[in-house]
């Protein structure tokens, strides 16, 4: 069966340093990759997704990156986080099926940001 | 471009009472529409989905049917548990999209 790893769960941090988030997903191959934001008290918002080994599309622009090294690999990372940043950021995959999304995402348990 | 409404929460109900979220959306074409659920602290899982019109989702006692003449999908739980309790999200997705596009997200809180 297929699971999805995101780390860490919970991460604080101060305004002006670096961060990484990574993800994992087993048990499938050639995924969709996505990265998600969910600000306290709002919606989600899509950051990055990918459908294949170096390819990142970005949604919002932002002082945000992703990268793909590994086709289950997919990492979220910035070089000097601002108090913005704070919120709840999700991984998720979907499989790819003759290009097309199925639509139904599978979401790791999130990791907590909070930037102070 | 595609979007979806939900109604804004936060909702509070008693055991066994009666819910509905309501959720409507525009696209294009025929879009997929789904309902997931995040129980604190953890991140959303799938808990229904309709692929065209008429169809019915269900699952753990939820239902929710895609109506095109309305373009709506509203949620419904004839008698809800304290373990209902979690925020719920409707979403659409369009063939030959990777993205689902997400609502805002209701919170609902059920009291014993």
């Known amino acids: 069966s297929q699971t999805i790893h995101q780390w860490p769960a919970t991460l604080v941090q101060p305004v002006g340093s670096p961060l990484s988030l990574e993800c994992t997903v087993e048990g499938t191959s050639n995924p969709n990759l996505y990265w998600y934001r969910q600000a306290a008290g709002r919606g989600l918002q899509l950051l990055f997704y990918?459908?294949?080994?170096?390819?990142i599309s970005s949604e919002v622009p932002q002082n945000l990156s992703a990268s793909r090294p590994q086709d289950r690999q997919f990492i979220l990372s910035s070089k000097k986080l601002l108090l913005s940043d704070s919120g709840f950021y999700l991984c998720?995959?979907?499989?790819?099926?003759?290009?097309?999304?199925?639509?139904?995402?599978?979401f790791g348990e999130g990791s907590r940001l909070t930037v102070l | 471009g595609n979007s979806v409404t939900q109604m804004e929460g936060p909702v509070t109900l008693s055991e066994e009472a009666f819910l509905t979220i309501n959720c409507t959306y525009t696209?294009?074409?025929?879009?997929?529409l789904f309902w997931y659920v995040q129980y604190p602290g953890e991140g959303l899982q799938l808990l229904l989905k309709?692929?065209?019109?008429?169809d019915k989702g269900s699952n753990k006692g939820f239902e929710a049917t895609y109506r095109k003449e309305t373009t709506s999908f509203h949620l419904e739980k004839g008698s809800v548990q304290v373990s209902d309790s979690a925020v719920y999200f409707c979403?659409?997705?369009?063939?030959?999209?990777?993205?689902?596009?997400f609502g805002a997200g209701t919170t609902v809180t059920v009291r014993a």
């Open positions: 998720a995959w979907s499989p790819r099926t003759s290009g097309t999304n199925t639509g139904e995402l599978f």
């Open positions: 309709a692929t065209k019109a008429d």
């Open positions: 979403a659409l997705n369009q063939v030959n999209d990777y993205k689902l596009s």
């Open positions: 990918s459908v294949g080994i170096g390819q």
């Open positions: 696209a294009t074409g025929y879009p997929s």
